[in-house]
C-alpha cells in the first residue's frame, strides 16, 4: 500500500508544481485545473490508506473525500475549497466553459487557490 500511496503522492506533488508554473506564467485557465487534479490525488492516496484499495474512478472532490470517510472531519473553508475547485476539472476541458473561466480565473483568485490548496495538501499529508 505505501508504494501506491507515493505514488499518488508523487502525482499530487507533480500536478501542485505544476499549478505554481501555471500561475507565474499567468496561464490562470490551467491553475484551478492543476489545484483540482493535485487535490484529488491526494483524496486517493488517502484513500488507499484508509480503505486498503483501489481508489475509484471519479473526478468529484467530495465524493472521493466521502467515500475515503475524510469528509466529515474537514473543516468548513476545506469543504469551502471542494466546492470551489469541484466543477474547475470539467470546465477547463471545454471550449464552451473556457471564456466563462477566463473572466472569472484572476490572479488575485489564482493566488488564493494556490494558498488554499497548498494547505489542503499539508494537512493531508499529515495524515499520511
Same mark, same amino acid.
Given at each position: 500500500m505505501t508504494e501506491k500511496i507515493r505514488y499518488w503522492t508523487d502525482l499530487s506533488e507533480y500536478d501542485f508544481d505544476t499549478a505554481l508554473l501555471m500561475l507565474n506564467g499567468g496561464k490562470y485557465l490551467y491553475v484551478g485545473f492543476m489545484c483540482h487534479q493535485s487535490v =484529488?490525488?491526494?483524496?486517493?492516496?488517502?484513500?488507499?490508506? =484508509?480503505?486498503?484499495?483501489? !481508489? !475509484?474512478?471519479?473526478?468529484n472532490l467530495i465524493l472521493l473525500a466521502e467515500k475515503s470517510e475524510i *469528509?466529515?472531519?474537514?473543516? =468548513?473553508?476545506?469543504k469551502d475549497l471542494l466546492d470551489l475547485l469541484n466543477p474547475l476539472n470539467i470546465e477547463a476541458r471545454y471550449p464552451? *466553459?473556457?471564456?466563462?473561466?477566463?473572466?472569472?480565473?484572476?490572479? =488575485?483568485?489564482?493566488?488564493f487557490l494556490i494558498k488554499s490548496t497548498k494547505e489542503f495538501l499539508e494537512w493531508i499529508k499529515s495524515k499520511l
Open positions: =484529488e490525488k491526494i483524496l486517493k492516496a488517502y484513500y488507499i490508506k =484508509e480503505k486498503k484499495g483501489q !481508489p !475509484p474512478f471519479v473526478h *469528509y466529515t472531519i474537514l473543516s =468548513e473553508e476545506q464552451t *466553459y473556457k471564456d466563462k473561466l477566463f473572466k472569472s480565473l484572476t490572479k =488575485e483568485k489564482c493566488d
